[in-house]
């Protein structure tokens, strides 16, 4: 995992760029942490078979950053290494490996942290996810 003290938000979403609040919580209260997961490797699966792409994690679809602190309080983690590997085992549920979500960076922002999760595109095979 990779950290920096800066990085360009992009300004909105884009077929490239995809913003989520959370790997755990959904802005849809009817919907639950496991939909919210599927959704993300949902996006994850989308941007291998087009151009790749990269999904935030802690930054509202208008571009503001909210943070993943209370991912970590709900999960009851300690750091955003054991975020990082939670995302990945996560996404093995749908994915044959974590190739979708192998390039974890994380990035300081003031006082709250986001996850960048950058997705290759795949080019010897169309991915699918299994349910």
Known sequence: MESTESFNLPKCESQQVEFKTS???SNDRKRTMKDQ????????CSFMNAEGGT???GIKDDGTVVGLKNDLQKMKMSSLDEYSRYIRQASRKYFSDDYAVSLIRTFPDHSD???IIEVEQSVDRVMAMSD
Do not use: G, K, S
């Open 55 to 57: 999904i935030y994690l």
């Open 23 to 25: 790997f755990v919580f």
């Open 37 to 44: 997961q599927y959704n993300i490797c949902r996006a994850a």
């Open 113 to 115: 942290t986001i996850v």
